[in-house]
């Protein structure tokens, strides 16, 4: 499987400002993925990053807020813009690997972020 | 919403029982994956079955696929206090590697 690191694991933020999260993996892999777990729900995929081209965005998900980097094959970004406390989540990158049981998604740490 | 459910949303049980959690998905799928999350920090990739597969072991985890009925179980086997955790299971479509998860079962094992 990959290993996955996030940067930073956790930050609280004042309303209307922006965080850059960053993803790096230890191998390279063409898709990269973000999502975001509100407080006691489960993953919702924000994203997909593809190196060289404009990331995929899910339904409920645009762009001017979430802008995406993906400048290589080992690392992205992702960007909460003009926070505001709803913004309060735990975002999570993940890529997929080949695992034991098959390729999988794997995910790193998780990056927690508190909107005040 | 493409959301999966799962059952129970919480369950409780002591040191040796065996736990089972249950998912539920709507559309046809490659893959269904099942995923530990501590505290709220990143997932723990437990196990893959793939829709060709209907059941897989790893250590004391066995994972069963209905495809007919659209379900899968996860069983932890002689459960310990370390597995307290929530466990989410999550399915891959046909046409992407996009997944979809399910809305997670909180498992709290007391020694």
């Known amino acids: 499987s990959a290993v996955i690191s996030q940067k930073p694991s956790r930050d609280i933020c004042q309303r209307g400002t922006s965080l850059t999260i960053q993803c790096q993996v230890d191998?390279?892999?063409?898709?990269m993925f973000w999502y975001r777990q509100q407080p006691g729900q489960s993953l919702t995929l924000i994203a997909t990053?593809?190196?060289?081209?404009?990331?995929?965005?899910e339904s409920g998900f645009v762009i001017d807020k979430f802008p995406i980097s993906r400048p290589n094959l080992t690392f992205s970004t992702l960007t909460v813009s003009n926070m505001s406390p709803e913004d309060s989540s735990i975002y999570l990158c993940?890529?997929?690997?080949?695992?034991?049981?098959?390729?999988?998604?794997?995910f790193g740490p998780g990056t927690r972020l508190t909107v005040l | 919403s493409q959301q999966g459910e799962e059952d129970p949303q919480a369950l409780s049980i002591q040191e040796g029982e065996n736990a089972t959690m249950n998912c539920s998905y709507k559309?046809?799928?490659?893959?269904l994956q099942w995923y530990r999350q501590n505290s709220g920090r990143g997932l723990v990739h437990l196990i893959l079955?793939?829709?060709?597969?209907r059941e897989k072991h790893s250590g004391r985890l066995r994972v069963t696929l209905d495809t007919s009925k659209k379900s899968s179980s996860l069983l932890i086997t002689a459960s310990r206090a370390a597995d307290t955790a929530s466990y989410f299971c999550a399915t891959e479509g046909r046409s992407f590697q996009k997944l979809v998860f399910g809305t997670g079962t909180r498992l709290l094992v007391s020694p």
């Open positions: 559309t046809s799928i490659n893959n």
């Open positions: 993940s890529v997929e690997a080949q695992g034991t049981s098959g390729v999988g998604q794997f």
């Open positions: 990053a593809n190196q060289g081209s404009e990331a995929t965005y």
């Open positions: 079955i793939r829709s060709n597969e």
């Open positions: 191998s390279q892999v063409t898709m």
